[in-house]
């Protein structure tokens, strides 16, 4: 009974142990999205992902997730002109 009752408790810590644990996903949570300016200063080691240009002729915005050279996550809002331009 004894030997019981310690393994529920010991199984019980593990669990709420584990839970305490930080994990990578959680630590590169980006808190804010970032505007961009002519100013912005942009390290950039890996492009996560990146919305895709409408086909449209006016400006549009886009946003782009990366991590930087440190491995934090970023989150960059930026605008850019559509793909639905002619020349003609």
């Not at 009752?5 to 949570?29: G, I």
């Amino acid at each position: 009974m004894k030997a019981l009752l310690v393994l529920a408790l010991s199984s019980l810590c593990a669990t709420a142990m584990a839970d305490e644990a930080p994990t990578d996903v959680a630590q590169q949570k980006p808190a804010v999205v970032e505007e961009y300016t002519y100013s912005t200063h942009l390290d950039i080691a890996n492009i996560v992902s990146m919305s895709e240009v409408p086909n449209v002729c006016e400006v549009v915005p886009m946003k782009m997730e990366y991590d930087d050279s440190k491995g934090q996550r970023h989150i960059l809002r930026y605008s850019v002109m559509g793909n639905g331009c002619s020349n003609g």
